[in-house]
């Protein structure tokens, strides 16, 4: 299993309405956030012409203009007699908009900076420093991240399902998956409506650490609440096989076939090599042959060979041939006309099995390469053709593993013993 990068923050936007009243007359109204900070809470106080500077930035800001407002941002800051607030507050406004303009960069550069000015209100200072550990995720840069997920837990007094989810991640990236795991799990107990990626990520870690069982339990308990869920389905299945716990697997899409739920080639296949692995040949070639009659399974050589090998496991010889049949036009190498002309052989059909023998040489690349000469030997001599019997065997007796049973004909043959049928194995 894989689980995909986290997708790209909408970093929130923390702003003030910017008017003639003070920020300090602002303040008092606002409900402190933070009553725990360890921080004091600074006065935030901008002039009149600071207010006036910044309006149009944060407004601009504000409708997504972030190319528009820098040179007004770079004007604030510019002035030499600005105000460690409206400095920070600038910075600020600088940072969301470097983000939106994607230079991420400049934006961790700018929000660093209003957050070391230590000059804006908890209500602004410790989102601030939540966004910064944010964009450090972005970023890639997972220790960061935790360094200043850390000091706003400490410094703002409190944490949140998000942000013990945003460490959880972090840890998963790092590597550090039992930390990952418990700090997910607090992320998930504590907030009424999970992010499904906490659960994934949680699952990921489960998984690198091979607690098949735990990330079971975790599937089992999501499948509970949505049961008809082929996402989930196919994720527990996929867990189960991780755990070597096959009977499981089975069980849940072979469920989940009866259902209906099983809709996509892939699932096929999966549930088929599943029971194969199971040594189960005749309920795999079902689901096989099902999957292809829907055409939800392409005919496609690899379908067409695990069928005819299915097929041939449980002595459904026809189901064998006519799969083999289908599959020989897409084979490049002989292997699969090999095993069709072996059966077609043993059906008494000597001259439709000399073809196939005759197309697996000439294709090539067979692993039984020898014991294809003997076996075409053997359509020969059924057909009466006595010396083209004699040089396929010949040409057998080259192949160390064909070379006994090529010389036992040839002598036969040439003491004038009749030739019997050999037994027919499985190929």
Known sequence: MTFPRLARFALCAFVLLLSTATYAQRNKKEVNEYPNATRSDPKSTMSEREQRDLSKATDLVNDGKGTEAMPLIEKALGNAKIGKYAEAYAYQLQGRAKWELDDEAGAIEATKKAIDLNTLPNNQHFPLLYQLAQMYVQGENYTEALTTLERWEKE???????????????????????EA???????????????ESWSQILMASYFELNQFDEAAKLTEAELAKKPNDIRLIKQLATIYVQGDNYP???EVLSKARSQGLITSADDYMQLAK????????KDASEVLKEGLAKGIVPASLDALRLQGDLCSQFDDDACAIDAYTKASPLAKDGNVDYQ???LLFYADKAAQAKEAFTRAL?????????ETYVLRGDTENELGNDAAAL????KATTYPSAKAMAEQRIKAATGGVKLKRPVKSKT
Request: net charge positive; proline share 5%; hydrophobic share 35%.
């Open 156 to 178: 703002a007094g409190k944490t949140t399902p998000d942000a013990l989810a945003l460490k959880g991640n972090a840890y998963y990236r790092l590597d550090r998956f039992q």
């Open 248 to 250: 499981k697997a089975i």
């Open 181 to 195: 795991i418990d700090t997910m799990k607090k992320a998930i107990a504590g907030s009424e409506t999970p992010s």
């Open 274 to 281: 599943l029971y194969a692995n199971a040594d189960k040949p």
């Open 362 to 370: 000439t294709k090539g690349g067979l692993r039984q390469e020898g």
């Open 340 to 342: 069709l002309g072996y």
């Open 391 to 394: 040089a396929d065997w010949r």
